[in-house]
């Protein structure tokens, strides 16, 4: 089984500040990890994933996130927020090899202060 | 990576009713696969629509209320029957890609806003 918690439904941050979203997850098996983000009126996309290998896994836009087995967790950086980063932001897991389900958090969503 | 058209894109229905709801890929996928978003809920897989073979939904979601086809390759209808208030939420196509090299990564549609009054 496997499930997905993301801290804070709704994160502001001002413009040029850190954004940090807190993902952390539950897979009884080696899990894949995801970030997808939806913009307003549009579907998910992804962000970045963490099959095998670096820990620290880097995707579109700047952001980045670090896989941490010990501490379960897979949180979502960007150094310095732009406007056009609000959005919803969404976590997800899957088991590895082949197709396997993935499961999501309930999403963040961001919004970035001017 | 794939390019899903979805529609519509938003509905008001009257209960009682029922939608179907159309997905379109650009190329041919093994695997399609409906969610449901709900305000302030994660994702829900409601079914996994596979040509050829009866879709497979997921622990609290039938057929009856939500009939899927998948009569091709590249399209995938889902159907909300009998329509109640609980049903508003926003219906999402998906497909996945790097199957082979079980990445599990998911390209989404747009995503279809249903109203249920």
């Known amino acids: 089984a496997q499930s997905v918690t993301q801290l804070g439904s709704h994160v502001s941050v001002s413009e040029g500040a850190l954004v940090l979203l807190r993902c952390n997850y539950s897979?009884?098996?080696?899990?894949?990890l995801f970030w997808y983000v939806q913009y307003p009126n549009q579907g998910l996309q992804l962000l970045l994933k963490y099959t095998t290998g670096a820990t620290l896994v880097k995707g579109i836009n700047g952001f980045e996130a670090e896989f941490k087995k010990s501490e379960t967790s897979f949180h979502l950086t960007k150094p310095s927020a732009h406007m056009s980063d609000a959005a919803e932001y969404f976590c997800?897991?899957?088991?590895?090899?082949?197709?396997?389900?993935?499961?999501f958090g309930t999403g963040t969503k961001l919004q970035v202060i001017p | 990576s794939a390019v899903i058209s979805q529609k519509p894109s938003r509905d008001i229905c009257q209960r009682g009713t029922s939608l179907t709801i159309q997905c379109q890929v650009d190329?041919?996928?093994?695997?399609m696969f409906w969610y449901r978003q709900q305000p302030g809920q994660s994702l829900t897989l409601i079914a996994t629509?596979?040509?050829?073979?009866?879709?497979?939904?997921e622990s609290g979601f039938v057929i009856d209320k939500f009939p899927i086809s998948r009569p091709n390759l590249t399209f995938s209808t889902l159907t909300v029957s009998n329509m109640s208030p609980e049903d508003s939420s926003i219906y999402l196509c998906?497909?996945?890609?790097?199957?082979?090299?079980?990445?599990?990564?998911?390209?989404f549609g747009a995503g279809s806003r249903l109203t249920v009054l």
């Open positions: 629509a596979n040509q050829g073979s009866e879709a497979t939904y």
């Open positions: 998906s497909v996945a890609r790097d199957v082979d090299s079980g990445a599990n990564v998911l390209t």
């Open positions: 997800a897991v899957s088991g590895a090899g082949g197709y396997q389900k993935v499961t």
């Open positions: 897979s009884s098996v080696p899990p894949y």
């Open positions: 190329s041919q996928v093994t695997m």
